[in-house]
Structure formats: structure tokens, C-alpha cells
């Protein structure tokens, strides 16, 4: 069962604003909403996690619904580096500790110059 | 500097044929995991350890052995019995304190094709 739905593809020029949109219906109160990133033929990146405020980084920033229910991944000035796959995800937890990263297919972003 | 990595990046095998793909950290992280990626698809969990000695299936584990003799290494062996072993293989690492948040961290990843 998905526990996230992204959108396959997105598009944006360069240096303009992007918003990658996250559906999580199903996230309970103490999941936290993770962001990762793969560039191509590469491992995947932590962008940024959140639980129930906005948070900005040095990557990006992460605004969450009020209901928690959905949440966009902002990239504030788009650049070519930022073409990746982008994949928003709920962990699960393995114990100990250690929890699993299931990844969905996420949203492809493509930069335009 | 820190970080994770993977041995060799491009790998091709005969059919029947086992290997075994290296993961190595210098994170001084207790966890470790192995993920398989298909083309255009996501991840999936083939094994994981939590400790030095010990590990635990993941999703995908059959056709798969793992060991974690030391701490810094978690090596993936594919053996003959994984009937579709061609796929991009990531190892991550995460520090497994379970206080706070703890970034998984992934190596570079090996590229195997079974001829």
C-alpha cells in the first residue's frame, strides 16, 4: 500500500520557484515527513524532514498542512543540479533505531535552462 | 571525510554465477541496509542489520545472503538462486540511536548486469 502519492513528472525553468507536491492521508500523528533526492546513476540525498511546522534548510524548505495530510518540498530558485528524482516518504520503523525507507517512484524534475 | 562506499560500481555476471558486492562506512553507524532499485521504480529492502552479528530480512531477501562481521562492512552477496538479479544496489547507513533524528545515508551504488 502506497503511503505516498506524488506526481510522476514536473517541469521548471531555471532560477524560478518550484513546488513539489506530497499526499500522506494516512500519516499518523508521530510520522514524520521525510524528503530525499536521486540524481541519476547516483545513491539518493536527505533533503529535508518535518513533523508538524514548516522547516527551511539550506536545500530547501518544507511546508506542512495544517491537517497533515499533505506537503509541498519548495526549491526557492531551480537550477540545473536540481533535476532529479525527488521522493517524499513515511518511514517505517524497524526498531532499535533503525527504520526503513520505502520509496515510491517520486516526482521527476526536470530543469529547463 | 565520512561517508559510504561501494565496490565496484559497475558489476556483470554469468547466469549461475554468485558475487558479492562491498559495502563499506567510516560513520561509525551501527545500522546498515541493502536496497534494490529497478529501472524507473524505487527502492525495496533486502536485508538490514541493526548491530555487529546480526541482521534481518528485508522485503525482497530470497536469492540474497548478507554478513556484518565488523561494523564498517555490510557485504551483499546475490547468489544463483535470485532469478532477476539485474539492478541497481544501494547500501545505506544510519546511526540507529534511535535518539533524535538519524539521516539514512547511501553509498554511490553498483550497477549489476547478469549476462
Known amino acids: 500500500d502506497a503511503k505516498t502519492t506524488q506526481p510522476n513528472s514536473m517541469e521548471s525553468n531555471e532560477e524560478e520557484p518550484v513546488h513539489l507536491p506530497c499526499n500522506h492521508s494516512?500519516?499518523?500523528?508521530?510520522?514524520?515527513i521525510h524528503w530525499y533526492r536521486q540524481l541519476p546513476s547516483q545513491g539518493p540525498e536527505y533533503v529535508i524532514h518535518?513533523?508538524?511546522s514548516n522547516v527551511n534548510n539550506r536545500m530547501a524548505s518544507l511546508a506542512i498542512a495544517e491537517d497533515r495530510k499533505s506537503s509541498t518540498l519548495i526549491l526557492h530558485r531551480a537550477t540545473l543540479r536540481d533535476a532529479a528524482v525527488y521522493y517524499c516518504i513515511l518511514r517505517d520503523p524497524l526498531g532499535a533505531g533503525s527504520y526503513q525507507l520505502t520509496f515510491g517512484k517520486g516526482t521527476k524534475l526536470s530543469v529547463i535552462p | 571525510d565520512g561517508g559510504i562506499t561501494q565496490s565496484p560500481k559497475y558489476l556483470f555476471r554469468k547466469e549461475g554465477q554468485n558475487v558479492t558486492l562491498s559495502c563499506e562506512q567510516n560513520?561509525?553507524?551501527?545500522?546498515m541496509y541493502w536496497y534494490r532499485q529497478d529501472p524507473g521504480q524505487g527502492l525495496r529492502l533486502i536485508y538490514y542489520?541493526?548491530?555487529?552479528?546480526?541482521?534481518q530480512k528485508g522485503d525482497i531477501a530470497e536469492g540474497y545472503s548478507v554478513s556484518r562481521e565488523k561494523k564498517e562492512s555490510f557485504p551483499l552477496t546475490v547468489t544463483s538462486a535470485q532469478k532477476n538479479p539485474t539492478a541497481f544496489y544501494l547500501c545505506?547507513?544510519?546511526?540507529?540511536?534511535?535518539?533524535?533524528?538519524?539521516?539514512?545515508?547511501f553509498g554511490p551504488g553498483t550497477r549489476l548486469t547478469v549476462l
Open positions: 494516512t500519516i499518523s500523528g508521530t510520522d514524520y
Open positions: 560513520l561509525n553507524h551501527d545500522a
Open positions: 545505506a547507513s544510519t546511526d540507529g540511536t534511535g535518539a533524535g533524528y538519524n539521516e539514512q545515508f
Open positions: 518535518g513533523l508538524t
Open positions: 542489520s541493526q548491530i555487529v552479528n546480526d541482521f
